[in-house]
C-alpha cells in the first residue's frame, strides 16, 4: 500500500490500522507486531511505532512493557463510560447548533446527511453509515467554535466508531432506531429546545451501549 502526504505518515498509518480495528478485521487481545505492519505497508518501524502510539492515545490499542502493542480489550465498563461521554459531548454540539443557527442555509447540511442516512440505511451499508454519523458531528463543530471540545470528539472519534459498527453488526436494523433518534434531533435543533436535544442524544448513547453490550454478551 503507497501513502499519500496529505497527513503525516504516522496519522495515515494509524488511520488504516484504526479502521481495521473498527472493522473487527484486527480482534481484542491481538498483538500488532511492527514488524508485520512495517513490511506489509512497505513504511519504516519508526512511522509505525509513532503510529501505535497515536492509537494508545485514542483508545484502541494498549502497549505492554516486553509484549508490544495489541488491540485494546472491549469491556462493560469501558463500554458504558464511553458512550455516557459522549452522550455529553454531543448533547454540547446539539445545543450549539441550536443556539447559533440562524437560516435554513444553516441547517441544509445537516439535512443532507440525513438523506445520506437514509440511504445507507437501507442499502444496509454499515461503514457509510458510521461515517456519516460522525459527519454530523463535524458539521456541527462551526457552531460550537470551541477546538478543545473538537478536539475531544476527534480523538475519541475511532473508539466510538468501533462501539457503533460493532453495535450494527449485531442488529442492522437498529439503523433505523438510530435515524428516528436523528429525525427527533433534528426537529429539537429547530425549535431550539436543549431539554428535547438531551433527551434525543441520552437514548442515542443508550441505544448504543444497550446493543454493544448485547453484542459482547454482557448486557
Known sequence: MTFKALDSLAEQIARHLADRI???????????QEQKVTQALNVSRGSVREALLILERRHLVVILPRRGAQVSELNAHHVRSLCTLMSELYILLG????????????????????????????????QAFVDDSFNV??????????????????????AIS??????????????????????????????????????????????????VLAALGAG
Open 162 to 211: 468501533r462501539n457503533y459498527y460493532l453495535a450494527l453488526e449485531q442488529r442492522k436494523a437498529a439503523m433505523t432506531d438510530y435515524l428516528a433518534l436523528f429525525d427527533g434531533l433534528l426537529v429539537a435543533v429547530r425549535a431550539r429546545d436543549p431539554a428535547s436535544i438531551r433527551r434525543q442524544l441520552k437514548a442515542y448513547g443508550e441505544l448504543s451501549c444497550q446493543l
Open 95 to 126: 445545543n450549539a447548533v441550536a443556539e447559533h443557527w440562524r437560516s435554513e442555509a444553516d441547517l441544509r447540511p445537516f439535512l443532507a446527511l440525513q438523506q445520506q442516512l437514509r440511504e445507507s440505511a437501507q442499502a444496509n451499508a454499515i
Open 22 to 32: 473498527v472493522r473487527g478485521e484486527l480482534r481484542p487481545g491481538e498483538r500488532i
Open 137 to 158: 458531528m463535524r458539521a456541527a463543530y462551526p457552531f460550537a467554535n470551541n477546538p478543545y471540545l473538537q478536539e475531544t470528539v476527534e480523538n475519541l472519534q475511532p
